[in-house]
């Protein structure tokens, strides 16, 4: 009872206690809960990831918390950019949470990750924090990448962005697995990439080398069902990415539900660790959003849609009224969650907005890496700027 | 100190037989050794030097490089570090630029940088940017290289200079090797340099010996990327030039030398960061100025000396 106390109040991250949390706190929840999932469709595979998993209350927290600051940090950003505190480029994962939180779930921090532009998600899952990731997405100095890359162009430790061109991201990712084989410490690359971007010829290419060379490389289409406003109907001869890598084995998982991603990437990683080669990982997802915030997104799919697969599917709610009905936690609980998320959320957003942008003297900077100062030209041979690494 | 570093260098049998010198105690002249085994050598070298280096291109490891410019490598260091990869140059450029953000220092060989093309999305967007747009987070230590320009008779769609191309791009350095000296320093120096360096060799010079020079021969010799060398000094007009050019200027200079007009010969070496003040003093110098290059004049190497020299101080001191 005293543990179960402790393990609500950190959770909770509150010193105090008024009444009702107390109520919580004096109140049994179960601290753990089997579950059935979704059986993957298997490509070249005799047997797939697990049918069932346990869920333990504190991870049912831990994602639950997750899912939620990237579902309300997608919308803030949505918010900003529609006051035009943040412009350029930006492409938001709601609908997706499933995906980053439940793929960051099946691997170590010490594994390595690399996605497209779609990657605010991931960027938060990968560890980088609400506010880095929305100073960078206003473009001041105290985002992530000091303002100077925007929402395309995030990193952080194993996490390679974050990259702004279809495809290209997919052989690099494959690099990053070479670079984990040579070093012989048994991590992974998870190298993802969207229905769109798996018609690129690049994507083949690092498909036939990782399998040649047996590279330590999961392959994870994020099959949303549009690139850009295009359906995969229109866009692929084949909509069956988990068969697309051919000789390399798939798994085709359902990307709403947090659980069934988990027990896939642990599935892949196992396969990878075990040094049997590439695999392959579509998961099926969803986006409430247009393709960015450019695209109304309605034009090329309806509204009944959208609304069918956020009251059906919704990544979140499957994760809560799965805790609420086996009494992992209860709707005040995560209630409580939500309200904290959104102050968090609130205060990253007043600091992404009133943190002051990059200046003008570092325009020049990081060029090179690791070099000894120099000018670089401006606008005119008169204009000089010092870059220093 | 390059007694010393003779002393200690291990001979490398698949390499050159003008090398086998196992038992030699006093400092080795100069000797001559072609462009094709000065690159070699230095890549033996730094393989040997550091662990994360490791190389892969198209025919590199079993073929001997198909230009033979690594030949011994693969016998030497093994799957691991010499790898072999299908025809996929926009994949494997790719894998080689994630190996270096993964903390590996690739060189990847283009059979010729016409192919590049293929893969040019990796080199400028992948590589070259990365550093910027990370604000500084994410360095690529990558060296791409392989013969560059024409070659004897093999038609439009394998003779193209890239030096123009790449070096437009902030965040790339490119480098252009002449003779075995520039190759073997500037090729060490870029596997060291951590950020992404091209590295354009040329096809016909891989056959030509020169004297490489005691100070060459030691394994730590390295020729700092962004320095002009003066091949020869003049008075009376500054020739610019980079690559195999370099060689037809020297040879224009000795025959102009007879008539007694003395050339400047400048051997640009690099051509990002370019070392514009090695020319600029020359040109204040000797006030005429020709550049020679390999490349289309439109857009080119030339035209961005030109520029700079119209733009800086030595502007004034041209005459005519």
Known sequence: MRKMLAAVSRVLGVAQKPASRVLVASRNFANDATF???????HRLEEGPPVTTVLTREDGLKYYRMMQTVRRMELKADQLYKQKIIRGFCHLCDGQEACCVGLEAGINPTDHLITAYRAHGFTFTRGLSVREILAELTGRRGGCAKGKGGSMHMYAKNFYGGNGIVGAQVPLGAGIALACKYNGKDEVCLTLYGDGAANQGQIF???NMAALWKLPCIFICENNRYGMGTSVERAAASTDYYKRGDFIPGLRVDGMDVLCVREATRFAAAYCRSGKGPILMELQTYRYHGHSMSDPGVSYRTREEIQEVRSKSDPIMLLKDRMVNSNL???????EIDVEVRKEIEDAAQFATADPEPPLEELGYHIYSSDPPFEVRGANQWIKFKSIS | MAAVSGLMRRPLEQVSGLLRRRFHRTAPAALQVTVRDAINQGMDEELERDEKVFLLGEEV?????????????WKKYGDKRIIDTPISEMGFAGIAVGAAMAGLRPICEFMTFNFSMQAIDQVINSAAKT???SGGLQPVPIVFRGPNGASAGVAAQHSQCFAAWYGHCPGLKVVSPWNSEDAKGLIKSAIRDNNPVVVLE???MYGVPFELPSEAQSKDFLIPIGKAKIERQGTHITVVAHSRPVGHCLEAATVLSKEGIECEVI????IRPMDI???EASVMKTNHLVTVEGGWPQFGVGAEVCARIMEGPAFNFLDA
């Open chain 2, 202 to 204: 040329n096809e016909l």
């Open chain 2, 277 to 279: 003040e090695t020319i």
């Open chain 1, 205 to 207: 290419e690092a498909y």
């Open chain 1, 36 to 42: 059935e999932i979704k059986k993957c469709d298997l």
């Open chain 2, 61 to 73: 490891a079993q073929y001997d490089g198909a230009y033979k410019v690594s030949r011994g490598l």
């Open chain 2, 131 to 133: 550093y910027y747009m």
């Open chain 2, 267 to 270: 051997n640009m070496r690099t």
């Open chain 1, 329 to 335: 936690a209860s709707v005040e609980e995560l209630k």
